[in-house]
T-cell receptor
Framework: AQKVTQAQTEISVVEKEDVTLDCVYE???????LFWYKQPPSGELVFLIR??????QNEISGRYSWNFQKSTSSFNFTITASQVVDSAVYFC???????????????FGKGITLSVRP | NAGVMQNPRHLVRRRGQEARLRCSPM?????VYWYRQLPEEGLKFMVY????????ESGMPKERFSAEFPKEGPSILRIQQVVRGDSAAYFC?????????????FGPGTRLTVL
């Protein structure tokens, strides 16, 4: 069975601070995908990143960066110089990477509510 | 290229009524997933469908819930005799491929409120 744990439930920072959102996952699969989604107050889900379990390189996209550590089953997300517009709920998710026509349903964590104060 | 569309965006029902939620996948996508987000919770998988087939309904409640994805038209999630506990946001996602965990494209969700 797959499981995603986001131990932090709420984080509040002041604008321009850096913040790291933690994600720990459990899976028996050797091949899998990890995701981060953002859910702003408007409610839609915004895709941020997908990472293959074979690729442990860290990724940076503007103010966002992701640290994938297979040894600790973690896929943490850092926002540098946070802005008020970053205020949202952030979800980490996990999927099997099957290649035989089975489905690739996502297992989500419970989400972290990030509040960035001006 | 329109994204995944869901309607209605907001739905209010009284206890005992039926709720029908619609999802039109992205053009060219033939795989649809439904997820439910209860208040203060993450999204939980409900069902995975391909055209005219239910592939995995392991996350669906055993009673009152059903889903379909006909050859023509949108996918429908149907909840009969709704109860207050059904109040949630229901998201659908579509993908163009089976067999690989490609990105799922999410719709804006339908927020169901049961009075």
């Amino acid at each position: 069975a797959q499981k995603v744990t986001q131990a932090q439930t709420e984080i509040s920072v002041v604008e321009k601070e850096d913040v790291t959102l933690d994600c720990v996952y459990e899976t028996r699969d050797t091949t899998y995908y990890l995701f981060w989604y953002k859910q702003p107050p408007s409610g839609e889900l915004v895709f941020l990143i997908r990472r293959n379990s074979f690729d442990e390189q860290n990724e940076i996209s503007g103010r966002y960066s992701w640290n994938f550590q297979k040894s600790t089953s973690s896929f943490n997300f850092t926002i540098t110089a946070s802005q008020v517009v970053d205020s949202a709920v952030y979800f980490c998710a996990l999927s099997e990477a099957v290649i035989t026509g089975a489905n690739s349903k996502l297992t989500f964590g419970k989400g972290i509510t990030l509040s960035v104060r001006p | 290229n329109a994204g995944v569309m869901q309607n209605p965006r907001h739905l209010v029902r009284r206890r005992g009524q039926e709720a029908r939620l619609r999802c039109s996948p992205m053009k060219g996508h033939s795989h649809v997933y439904w997820y439910r987000q209860l208040p203060e919770e993450g999204l939980k998988f409900m069902v995975y469908l391909q055209k005219e087939n239910i592939i995995d309904e392991s996350g669906m409640p055993k009673e009152r819930f059903s889903a379909e994805f006909p050859k023509e038209g949108p996918s429908i999630l149907r909840i009969q005799q709704v109860v207050r506990g059904d109040s949630a946001a229901y998201f659908c996602a579509s993908s163009p491929l089976s067999g690989r965990a490609t990105e799922q494209f999410f719709g804006p969700g339908t927020r169901l409120t049961v009075l």
